[in-house]
T-cell receptor
Framework: QQQVKQSPQSLIVQKGGISIINCAYE??????FPWYQQFPGKGPALLIAIRPDVSEKKEGRFTISFNKSAKQFSLHIMDSQPGDSATYFC?????????????FGTGTKLQVIP | DSGVTQTPKHLITATGQRVTLRCSPRSGDLSVYWYQQSLDQGLQFLIQYYNGEERAKGNILERFSAQQFPDLHSELNLSSLELGDSALYFC??????????????FGPGTRLTVL
């Protein structure tokens, strides 16, 4: 019930295209859904996050769509650029006795080709 | 720069040895998490400490242990090392104060190579 399923495992997108990564969860106690971006040899860094009281959040070219009833959320990268090539992790977190318990997806390796 | 520091950056050692990885969280962050990331793998959660106390355990081997000190820095101890322990080890920290939490700030990682 703690699992967060992420797909696809890898994704190749043409420059200027839309990259879409999907995640699904089971536990309705999750109340914070961040996406992390990781470049090779670096630690993951928060990209964008959403709480379940909104259905969409947009920051620049990055948008999270959230479907509470389906227990799914997705990351859309518009106008994908080669600099977006990285591994993306979705995560879900919940309050667990006063501290946050975070579960990560398995990651999606995105390659944007010129 | 996330504000989380990890030392050393690289570590090369032999099988059977013991190593200690160190993490200093961001100023004010009370929670420290340790993750293992093998080549082309996802983030495997190992263990979490909150203000000096162990809060959650993931897939941490018995050969591994961790602690968080009163100054909030944390150490991950890996003993009886095996070839398969070669990986990137990340530390992350977060604030843990009510609903406006959840974001973890990751350090640059320690790359461990066991020969």
């Amino acid at each position: 019930q703690q699992q967060v399923k992420q797909s696809p495992q890898s994704l190749i997108v043409q420059k200027g295209g839309i990259s879409i990564i999907n995640c699904a969860y089971e536990n309705t106690a999750f109340d914070y859904f961040p996406w992390y971006q990781q470049f090779p040899g670096k630690g993951p860094a928060l990209l964008i996050a959403i709480r379940p009281d909104v259905s969409e959040k947009k920051e620049g070219r990055f948008t999270i769509s959230f479907n509470k009833s389906a227990k799914q959320f997705s990351l859309h990268i518009m106008d994908s650029q080669p600099g977006d090539s990285a591994t993306y992790f979705c995560a879900a977190s919940m309050d667990s006795g006063g501290y946050q318990k975070v579960t990560f997806g398995t990651g999606t390796k995105l390659q944007v080709i010129p | 720069d996330s504000g989380v520091t990890q030392t050393p950056k690289h570590l090369i050692t032999a099988t059977g040895q013991r190593v200690t990885l160190r993490c200093s969280p961001r100023s004010g962050d009370l929670s420290v998490y340790w993750y293992q990331q093998s080549l082309d793998q996802g983030l495997q959660f190992l263990i979490q400490y909150y203000n000096g106390e162990e809060r959650a355990k993931g897939n941490i081997l018995e050969r591994f242990s961790a602690q968080q000190f009163p100054d909030l820095h944390s150490e991950l101890n890996l003993s009886s090392l095996e070839l398969g322990d070669s990986a990137l080890y990340f530390c992350a920290s977060s604030v843990e104060l009510g609903r406006e939490t959840g974001e973890q700030f990751f350090g640059p990682g320690t790359r461990l190579t066991v020969l």
